[in-house]
C-alpha cells in the first residue's frame, strides 16, 4: 500500500472559496506568533515588532535586578511549565501569602516589587503601534471588509498587545470588544452572548486581557486608553479566578459558543496549541459539533508541532496545516502537489508555496496576504519575506 501525501492545491482551492463566501461563519483565532511575522530590524537584521512568549520573557529576565532575577530564575527552574504567564501567578500568589517569611530569597514585599517590574516591562515590549505600510493586520481586515457578509469575522487572541484594534481603527472598520461606554468602559457580558450587531461590525474577543484593561478599586474590569501598570489585567490563574465573573470566563464562553453554533470555520494562525486552557475547550467543542471545523496554520514542522497535530491526530474536524505536511482528517501526511484543482492556479500557488516547495500559510505574513488578495483587496504582487530566525507559531 503506498504512503499517504496531501496535496496542498486541493485543500488550498477548498479554503479559498471557504474565505470568500459571504454566507460563512468565520472567526480567526490569532496567537503570539502572529505579531513576530512584522519585521521592523534594519540593516537586514530580522526584529519581529512584537516577541512571542519566549522572546517576551528573555526581555523581562534581561531587565531585571540581580535579586529579582534570582527570584525569576528559581520560580523557572521549581516547575515544568515555567512560561511567563506561570510565573507571574506563582509570584502573585506567594506575594499574597508569604507574608514577611522568606521564600527563593523574597517575602512579599519583594514579590510584590518583581510583579510590578515584570508587568511594567511586558507593558514597554507590546506596547508597540503597526508600520504605518501595508502589514498583516492591515490586510487581514482588508479581507474582511472586502466580503459582504451574512455573519460579522470574530477575532479571539491571546494576545495582550493593541494590534488588532490599531489596524481596524485605522481603516474605520467598526468594532466590539465586550466593553461600552466612554471614560471608564465596563464590560458587558450580556452583549457578548446575545452577538446581535449588523455584520459588518467586528467583534474582537482578548481571551488573556489586554494592557488597555485596568482593575478598579470596586474589583470591576474596565477599558481605557491608558492606565497605570499596577491595576493593569495581565493573564494568570489567580486573575482567571478573581475576575470568572467578568470578562474572561465570558470571552472564553463567547470562544466556546462560537465553535458549537453550525457550520463554523475558525482559522488559527500563530497559535501553538501549547496553551490547554484553550485547546481543550477547542477539542471539547469540536467533539461536541460535527458540523464546525478548525484550520490551523502552523509555522514550523508537523514533527514540531507536537501539541497541534497530536490534538488534530484525535480530531477529525481540525486540520493542520505544516510546512512540510498537514494532519488532515486524523491522517499525517507530507505535501505532495498534484493536478490543479482549476487552469489558472499555477499563479495561485505562489501565494502559499515557497520557492523551496514548503507550505508557507504558517506564517502570518503569508496568512494574511493570501486573504487579501482572495477577497480582493491587495494587488497578487510577489510576497517578499525576510528572513525569520524566531518561531512564529506561539500562543
Not at 269 to 276: L, R
Not at 279 to 289: D, F, G, Q, V, Y
Request: some cysteine; proline content about 5%.
Amino acid at each position: 500500500m503506498s504512503a499517504s501525501v496531501h496535496n496542498p492545491d486541493t485543500y488550498m482551492f477548498d479554503f479559498r472559496q471557504l474565505v470568500t463566501n459571504g454566507r460563512k461563519k468565520i472567526g480567526v483565532l490569532i496567537g503570539a506568533g502572529a505579531p513576530v511575522s512584522i519585521n521592523v530590524g534594519e540593516d537586514g537584521k530580522y526584529e519581529p515588532l512584537i516577541p512571542n512568549i519566549e522572546g517576551l520573557t528573555q526581555h523581562v529576565r534581561k531587565s531585571l535586578s540581580s535579586e529579582l532575577l534570582n527570584i525569576f530564575e528559581t520560580l523557572e527552574k521549581s516547575s515544568s511549565d515555567n512560561n511567563l504567564e506561570k510565573i507571574l501567578s506563582d509570584v502573585r500568589t506567594l506575594g499574597d501569602i508569604i507574608g514577611e517569611y522568606s521564600v527563593h530569597g523574597g517575602n512579599a514585599a519583594k514579590f510584590k516589587e518583581l510583579e510590578l517590574a515584570i508587568c511594567s516591562k511586558i507593558k514597554e515590549v507590546v506596547s508597540k503601534s503597526l508600520p504605518d505600510n501595508q502589514n498583516p493586520y492591515s490586510e487581514l481586515v482588508s479581507w474582511i471588509n472586502g466580503i459582504n457578509r451574512s455573519y460579522g469575522v470574530e477575532i479571539f487572541t491571546t494576545n495582550y498587545d493593541l494590534l488588532c484594534e490599531d489596524a481596524l481603527e485605522r481603516s474605520q472598520t467598526p468594532f466590539f470588544d465586550g466593553f461600552t461606554g466612554s471614560r471608564y468602559s465596563f464590560f458587558d457580558p450580556a452583549s457578548i452572548s446575545t452577538n446581535d450587531l449588523p455584520p459588518r461590525w467586528v467583534r474582537l474577543w482578548k481571551l488573556h486581557g489586554s494592557i488597555g484593561w485596568m482593575m478598579r478599586s470596586n474589583g470591576q474590569v474596565t477599558r481605557v486608553p491608558e492606565c497605570e501598570i499596577s491595576n493593569m489585567v495581565y493573564p494568570s490563574h489567580i486573575k482567571y479566578s478573581q475576575t470568572q465573573a467578568a470578562p474572561f470566563s465570558a470571552l472564553f464562553e463567547r470562544l466556546k459558543n462560537f465553535i458549537m453554533e453550525p457550520d463554523t470555520l475558525l482559522i488559527t494562525t500563530g497559535f501553538s496549541f501549547a496553551d490547554a486552557h484553550i485547546s481543550s475547550k477547542i477539542s471539547e467543542c469540536l467533539s461536541a459539533n460535527p458540523t464546525s471545523a478548525v484550520l490551523a496554520f502552523q509555522y514550523k514542522t508537523l514533527a514540531e508541532e507536537v501539541y497541534a497535530t497530536d490534538l488534530a491526530k484525535r480530531t477529525p474536524n481540525l486540520s493542520v496545516y505544516c510546512r512540510d505536511g498537514a494532519v488532515i482528517n486524523t491522517i499525517s501526511a507530507p505535501w505532495k502537489t498534484g493536478e490543479l484543482p482549476s487552469k489558472n492556479w499555477t499563479h495561485v500557488r505562489k501565494e502559499y508555496l515557497g520557492d523551496q516547495q514548503e507550505f508557507m500559510l504558517g506564517d502570518f505574513l503569508w496568512l494574511a496576504r493570501f486573504l487579501a488578495i482572495a477577497g480582493g483587496e491587495v494587488s497578487a504582487s510577489p510576497i517578499i519575506v525576510e528572513s525569520n530566525t524566531e518561531d512564529s507559531s506561539d500562543e
